[in-house]
């Protein structure tokens, strides 16, 4: 009977540890808001956070550029003549905001007043997609949407929204390059799967290089001298690369839809929000990329920023209903009115 006691004694020490590291993870992110705003059966694009406040411009393509305020929790305003948002770019610098519209005109306003100042007409083919400033230069590069042969770069003066220069170059899609800051620019080609190293004065070729997926977001790391880039498409990853020869040091998969990419330097941690109803969480160590987690979000949930000051991550959606295609036509998706909301998710 001895014999049994210490066995058995035996038998739960040693399952002692064990128990302890089968503890589950902790979450990496907990939603602890959500907030729904007047809307109507339309779409959106980006939304994008003015550096260092708590406001988040959201482009709500038929309801307009929405000003939200994350600290309050409630939308400020709607641009005037903003209906058609897609892009906006926000310039604290120079006191502008500029918003790619989707009828290919793009729309300046300032910053601290979000008085309206011109919306000019840029692209007669089609509708601007977004833009990124180029520090080393001070130009603004906004990028057309996806064209049957050509992607177009309108390069306008940051400081008085004046266009300088039309470049096209022969993709059909690309999206806004990663600037360095000291005289380069890296530009995805979504569709050919290659990253182009670009002249940021002149925008002249200087090397490409193929990543193997379709790559549409990238950002430049310039504390470690790193490109992080992300694909979507049937092999959707996010990968790490060397801006001085286009190695790719690491790659992960992601959830599939990807349509936002957020770097959280603090935590050295990386987010992709994806179509599918995920966000994929990635931890960052040096040059190598590990998978941390799948947050499960909602199915249509692509589009996210984050709030550098806190870490937080605004991600935004809205109900929808998904209608079969019609002679040959391609399927219909109708938004719910009054259904877009704001979820709020806080890191842990």
């Known amino acids: ?43 959106w ?21 929405t000003v939200y305020d994350v600290d309050r929790g409630q939308a400020v305003m709607t641009l005037p003549n903003s209906i058609g948002a897609n892009g906006p770019i926000l310039l604290p610098k120079y006191d502008r905001g500029y918003v790619a519209m989707a009828d290919g ?7 601290k007043t979000l008085t309206v100042i011109a919306r000019t007409k840029l692209a007669s083919d089609g ?9 080393a230069t001070g130009r603004l590069h906004v990028i057309t949407g996806t064209r049957p042969k050509e992607a177009t770069w309108f ?41 182009l190293k670009l002249d940021s ?49 690491s790659r992960v998969t992601i959830g599939k839809g990807l349509d936002a990419l ?8 990386i987010v992709s929000s994806n179509y599918e109803g995920s966000m994929t969480v990635i931890r960052r160590d040096g040059d190598k990329l590990s998978v941390v987690a799948t947050v499960r979000t909602a199915f249509g949930a692509r589009m996210m920023d984050i709030d550098h000051r806190t870490g937080r991550l605004y991600l935004v959606n809205a109900d929808s209903t998904d209608f079969p295609a019609k002679d040959g036509g391609e399927e219909v998706t109708r938004y719910h009115p009054d259904s877009f909301r704001v979820e709020t998710w806080q890191p842990n």
Request: hydrophobic share 40%; aromatic share 8%.
């Open 1 to 43: 009977m001895k014999s049994i006691h210490l066995f058995l004694s035996a038998a739960l020490v040693a399952s002692g540890p064990a128990a302890a590291q089968e503890a589950p993870p902790e979450l990496p992110y907990t939603m602890t808001g959500s907030v729904t705003l007047p809307s109507t059966n339309t779409g």
């Open 45 to 65: 694009d980006y939304v994008k956070f003015e550096p260092g406040s708590a406001r988040l411009f959201m482009g709500r393509l038929e309801d307009g550029l």
């Open 105 to 111: 005109s793009l729309l300046s306003f300032d910053l």
């Open 127 to 135: 509708g601007l997609n977004s833009g990124s400033l180029d520090p």
């Open 155 to 195: 390069s306008i003066d940051a400081a008085t929204g004046k266009l300088l220069a039309t470049t096209r170059f022969p993709f059909r899609k690309m999206d806004d390059p990663a600037a360095d800051g000291k005289g380069n620019l890296y530009a995805p080609a979504r569709l050919d799967g290659i990253v």
């Open 201 to 249: 004065r002149t925008l002249k070729e200087q090397a490409r290089w193929d990543v193997g997926c379709n790559v549409s977001k990238m950002k430049y790391l310039a504390a470690t001298n790193r490109l992080l880039g992300a694909c979507t498409g049937d092999k959707p990853a996010v990968f790490l690369m060397d801006p001085a020869n286009g190695t790719i040091l």
């Open 262 to 269: 957020a770097y959280d330097e603090d935590r050295e941690r």
